[in-house]
């Protein structure tokens, strides 16, 4: 069977964030994606204004009775991002749970939205129905907020957030990878900073793994849902190495953000935005920076397709 994901997340209809953040480079990978939005909003929540709707759990249980009624819900994988309430986020792990019923070989991705920066996006009720999800997800992608909340443990540096990685793994053997997606550990000389710790094939044996970046001087919304969405793919096409995973994944999403960097550097010193120079087809001088700001995933297709080796020095094994 062809590789098959079920994708439940935020939409927007402007830009790039939740499901169209995902859904693009796992098909441009070869994979086909089914996905149900949580949320549609005209554009993400960093901009003055948005506006839609959210979707119910009436009408998630809806949507996903009439796809098992019609024998074609059938994955390989189910990948969840943000979602606003306990109650959707506790009929999603159903659906999961029905899955992994199906077909024991599935894989769940779990994204814990919840925050970053010591700051909530969502109600903290979600923090316990988060837990919930750990005693079913397969591969976990939180950030250094969220591996706090979700451990009950300080994070603050590469041994905290090891051990407390180590934490959730040893009271969850369904769990067989988590990835801290980013870290204030390497601020100070301007470098990105993450962590992942895989399951081997032996008996107790794991890989631990440290990978950094250049951080840019820009704000970004959807990265941790391409960051996700990415490891996915190329842990289904490189199963059991984990050190290539990550540095696909990588230099995909560092590729993708200096693109943006690129475009946005020109949109600020067009005639209409910014400082006099030549004028971009379709520039808006009234737009809202964050415009400028969206990922430039469509135009970085190749780079998707076939990530550039990333330097040596950015994923190491601990």
Known sequence: MDARVLSIQSHVVH?????????FP????????????????SNH??????????????????????????????????????????????????IVRHQKKKNPKLLYFCDPVLGDNGKFYVPEELVP??????????????????????????VTDEPSALAAIDTLMRSHANLKFVCLTSTDFGDANGILHGLAVARGSGEGSVQRLRYQMPRLAESFVGTGDLFTALLLAWNHKLPDNPKLVLERVISTVYTVLLATVDYIKVRRNCGSCGSGGPQPSGCQQQQSPWAVR???????RSAIERPPPPPTSWVQLI
């Open 15 to 23: 830009g790039f964030a939740g499901n169209r953040s995902a859904i």
């Open 129 to 154: 129905a988060f837990k919930e999800a750990l005693e079913v997800a397969d591969f976990l992608t939180p950030n250094q907020f969220e591996l706090q909340q979700l451990s009950g443990l300080p």
């Open 294 to 300: 969206e990922l430039r995933l469509v135009q970085s």
């Open 45 to 94: 929540t960093a901009y003055p204004v948005f506006k839609g709707d959210r979707l119910s759990t009436d009408q998630l249980k809806e949507l996903y009775s009439a796809l098992a009624e019609n024998s074609i819900d059938n994955y390989s994988y189910v990948l969840t991002g943000f979602c606003f309430s306990a109650d959707l986020l506790k009929e999603i792990l159903e």
């Open 26 to 41: 796992l098909q441009v990978l070869g994979f086909d994606v089914d996905f149900i939005n949580t949320v549609q909003f």
